[in-house]
């Protein structure tokens, strides 16, 4: 699976990255099909709490895209809460076929 990590107006630190591709590898045990997981990062209303915002989209060969986003206290946190949802969206998939 290729890994796009897209950080917008800050760098995105080693560390971040690589909790970022360590998740997305154990989100792939769960359906080999994914090719490609496009990852956006950025800071929403910097001055609040709750303003890190991660997106993340799977792309699935013959499948829609699967998209999650999600906002938290840290990057962390909200990459996270996106692949839970992630999860979900490819177990109702699952039980779809």
Same mark, same amino acid.
């Given at each position: 699976m290729e890994i796009n990590i897209k950080s917008i107006h800050f760098d995105a630190t080693e560390r971040l990255q690589e909790f970022i591709t360590k998740k997305? =590898? +154990?989100? %792939?045990?769960?359906?080999?099909? $994914?090719?490609?997981?496009?990852?956006?990062?950025?800071?929403?209303?910097?001055? @609040?709490?709750? =303003? +890190?915002? %991660?997106?993340?989209?799977?792309? $699935?060969?013959?499948?829609?895209?699967?998209?999650?986003?999600?906002?938290?206290? @840290?990057?962390?946190?909200?990459?996270d809460l996106s692949i839970e949802a992630l999860e979900r969206q490819i177990e109702k998939i699952k039980a779809r076929k």
């Open positions: 997305l =590898n +154990k989100l %792939a045990r769960h359906n080999e099909d $994914i090719s490609v997981a496009e990852v956006t990062l950025k800071v929403v209303k910097p001055e @609040t709490a709750m =303003n +890190k915002e %991660a997106g993340i989209k799977l792309c $699935i060969p013959q499948q829609d895209d699967i998209f999650a986003s999600k906002i938290a206290d @840290t990057f962390e946190e909200a990459v």
